[in-house]
């Protein structure tokens, strides 16, 4: 008599908790062998979201898949359970916490079945919670990420970031910075606070170490003030305030900072002389949403205006630094407004999930410049749901 899923679960649970930090690969072979797979491999996403690599024993192993064109692309793109061949059969499933997308669980199967997705989605579920809390204590799967040599800077601003993805019946937020390893002085981040969201988005000044230290500066500034309770205009006031002690008025961070809350879906933003944000309602471009510029953080002044917009179920509000629509391609063309809001209103009318819009958008601002992007690009979208 097979054992029964409760059963499984508890033995794989029992298994993997013993499973040093040091030593994921054993996890995802375990999950592998309570599927009754014949192999059982994690690829890792990597830090541009354009290729996917095996992880191995101390990074990755072997030649990584891009994203496009793959099955186990396709996996991680849309985050439906691929299966391709009979006797044996290879199978990928999208790995994510909630949403954050951490790679794809991929499988060689002797005879794959739809009596094993009962199995699969649980486990699945216990191989994320394993992974997640495991790899705060091993370099391993930051090793896998990295397709390309990460910069001193980079590698600060990555360790600055949140989750790239957060989703609640009520909200999505989704950010990626570009490019993914040489960053630069452009940051984000957010908090999912009792019924609201938080959130800004930060480019400063310059290039290299000297922005990434201001970014640091900024968004840690911008933390403390919100765990303290501080309100929008205490917070801008006092990380312009640090910002200036730290650096000399020479120097700054333009921001927007905002707020949803997320029953009535008032949105309230304060635009520290940064690029207005787009507004996609209905899956058709509304604009931009106009907000009167205070100055940017580290120069001085009081708060200009803080904008209010109330969303409507389905709004997406696209946040994003200059570095995108700058981003030139050889001919001299911009990317543009245009060509950004064009390509948001098709995600929204090809249903994309806002983490795959992210990931989309940021891979046109790279491929319109054919080369290596002379500035950070960084977007923030936020996705306001039904309360």
Same mark, same amino acid.
């Given at each position: 008599?097979?054992p ?11 298994q993997m ?7 994921l ?11 009754g ?6 690829l890792?996403?990597?830090?541009g979201?354009?290729?996917?690599q095996?992880?191995g ?14 099955s ?15 006797e ?10 909630g949403?954050?997308r951490?790679g794809?669980?991929?499988l ?8 094993l ?6 486990i ?11 790899r705060r ?5 930051l ?5 390309a ?20 019946e009520?909200?999505?937020l989704?950010?990626t ?6 960053i630069?002085g452009?940051s984000f ?5 009792p019924n609201r969201?938080?959130?800004a988005?930060?480019d ?9 230290? %201001?970014?640091?500066? *900024?968004?840690n500034s911008? /933390?403390? $003030?919100?765990? &303290?309770?501080?309100?929008? @205009? !205490?917070?801008?006031?006092s990380?312009g305030?640090a ?5 000399g008025?020479?120097n700054?961070a333009?921001?927007q ?11 309230t933003?304060?635009n ?8 996609v309602?209905?899956r058709s471009f509304?604009?931009e ?43 001299g063309q911009?990317?543009? %407004?245009?060509?950004? *809001?064009?390509l948001?209103? /098709?995600? $929204?009318?090809? &249903?994309?999930?806002?983490? @795959? !819009?992210?990931?989309r958008?940021a891979?046109a601002?790279?491929a319109?410049?054919a ?5 950070d ?11």
């Amino acid at each position: 008599m097979n054992p029964r899923p409760a059963e499984v679960l508890l033995t794989l649970l029992d298994q993997m908790v013993a499973v040093p930090a040091s030593d994921l690969i054993s996890a995802v072979r375990l999950a592998g062998d309570a599927l009754g797979a014949s192999d059982a491999r994690l690829l890792v996403a990597d830090y541009g979201l354009t290729a996917l690599q095996e992880l191995g024993k101390d990074g990755p192993v072997n030649v990584f898949q891009p994203i496009e064109g793959t099955s186990a692309g396709r996996c991680f793109a849309r985050g439906d359970v691929v299966v391709s061949g009979e006797e044996p059969s290879t199978v990928w499933v999208l790995l994510a916490d909630g949403t954050e997308r951490l790679g794809v669980f991929e499988l060689t199967h002797p005879s794959w079945s739809d009596e094993l997705q009962s199995l699969l989605d649980p486990i699945v579920r216990l191989l994320v919670l394993v992974l997640i809390s495991k790899r705060r204590y091993t370099d391993v799967m930051l090793r896998s990420r990295r397709a390309a040599p990460l910069s001193l800077a980079a590698e600060m601003q990555w360790d600055l970031l949140p989750p790239l993805t957060c989703s609640t019946e009520q909200v999505s937020l989704s950010g990626t910075v570009q490019p993914a390893y040489s960053i630069g002085g452009d940051s984000f981040d957010y908090a999912l606070n009792p019924n609201r969201a938080e959130f800004a988005i930060v480019d400063a000044v310059g290039h290299g170490m000297g922005a990434v230290s %201001i970014a640091v500066v *900024a968004i840690n500034s911008l /933390r403390n $003030a919100r765990r &303290e309770g501080a309100n929008m @205009e !205490t917070a801008y006031l006092s990380t312009g305030d640090a910002i200036s002690a730290q650096f000399g008025q020479s120097n700054f961070a333009t921001a927007q900072l905002g707020s949803l809350a997320l029953d009535t879906g008032e949105l309230t933003w304060l635009n520290a002389g940064h690029p207005l944000p787009l507004l996609v309602r209905n899956r058709s471009f509304v604009g931009e949403l106009q907000c009167r510029p205070s100055m940017p953080m580290g120069l001085g002044g009081p708060v200009t205006e803080v904008a209010t917009e109330v969303l409507q179920p389905g709004d997406r509000v696209l946040f994003y630094t200059d570095g995108v629509v700058e981003s030139t391609a050889p001919n001299g063309q911009e990317f543009g %407004i245009d060509r950004l *809001a064009d390509l948001l209103t /098709r995600a $929204a009318l090809d &249903e994309v999930s806002p983490a @795959e !819009t992210v990931r989309r958008l940021a891979e046109a601002t790279v491929a319109h410049t054919a080369t290596d992007l002379r500035d950070d690009a960084t977007l923030l979208l936020v996705e306001y749901h039904q309360p």
